[in-house]
């Protein structure tokens, strides 16, 4: 009974290169978010995705970064052409449904993935 | 735009003391809150949350107050243990709007 699992925790990469985050969400959620924390700051939103879907990506800078959800397989977050203030705490989300009043529901975070940029 | 403020980055507290963590909102549109605990290199972990319709939600030592008019929650917590030191973060979201907005945290260091 696995909970979020993120991959790598901790990934190093140049000026310039890509990196790629990967998330496999709680078994049978199919809402995953993505959440970054910058040092000494609190866990901004980012996306909101469904099975093959965005919801809301109001989080996302306009440039560099992307998300995705497929049928199959983990989310991945990918951030092209990394600077060095890309460097943050990465962490992912899944919930069953909807987060709504009365239903109780909750995030379930994973583990999150530390990423350095050199 | 801080729709989730939490305006004291740490609090000290003696073991066996009462923890008392504030959060206020900017947002009349918030009517679900939540607090997440978090410990270094984890991600954070569900507390305890409690919707607009109450004032307040127990669940063993921890506590949620809901003040409306004030837009202002506190998370309670008594007596307080050396495990409950951590990062708090109070969160919100709206009915209908999936994102939950989370506040920058509060670390909270239960002394001996």
């Known amino acids: 009974n696995a909970g979020v699992m993120q991959n790598p925790r901790h990934l190093v990469r140049r000026r310039g290169q890509e990196a790629r985050l990967r998330c496999s969400p709680v078994k049978g959620h199919s809402h995953v978010y993505w959440y970054r924390q910058l040092p000494e700051e609190g866990l901004k939103f980012m996306v909101y995705?469904?099975?093959?879907?965005?919801?809301?990506e109001s989080g996302m800078p306009k440039e560099r970064f992307s998300a995705e959800f497929p049928k199959e397989g983990p989310s991945i977050l990918r951030i092209q052409q990394v600077v060095r203030g890309d460097s943050a705490a990465y962490f992912c989300a899944s919930s069953p449904t909807y987060i709504n009043v009365g239903t109780n529901e909750k995030l379930f975070f994973g583990s999150g993935t530390q990423l350095s940029v050199l | 735009d801080q729709q989730v403020k939490q305006n004291s980055p740490s609090l000290s507290v003696q073991e066996g003391r009462i923890s008392i963590l504030n959060c206020d909102y900017t947002n009349s549109m918030f009517d679900y809150f939540l607090w997440y605990k978090k410990y270094p290199a984890e991600g954070p972990t569900f507390l305890i949350s409690i919707s607009s319709i109450k004032d307040k939600n127990e669940d063993g030592r921890f506590t949620v107050f809901l003040n409306k008019s004030a837009k202002h929650l506190s998370l309670h917590i008594v007596p307080s243990q050396p495990g409950d030191s951590a990062v708090y973060f109070c969160a919100a979201s709206r009915n209908r709007d999936d994102k939950i907005i989370f506040g920058k945290g509060t670390r909270l260091h239960i002394l001996p």
């Open positions: 995705l469904q099975k093959e879907n965005i919801i809301d």
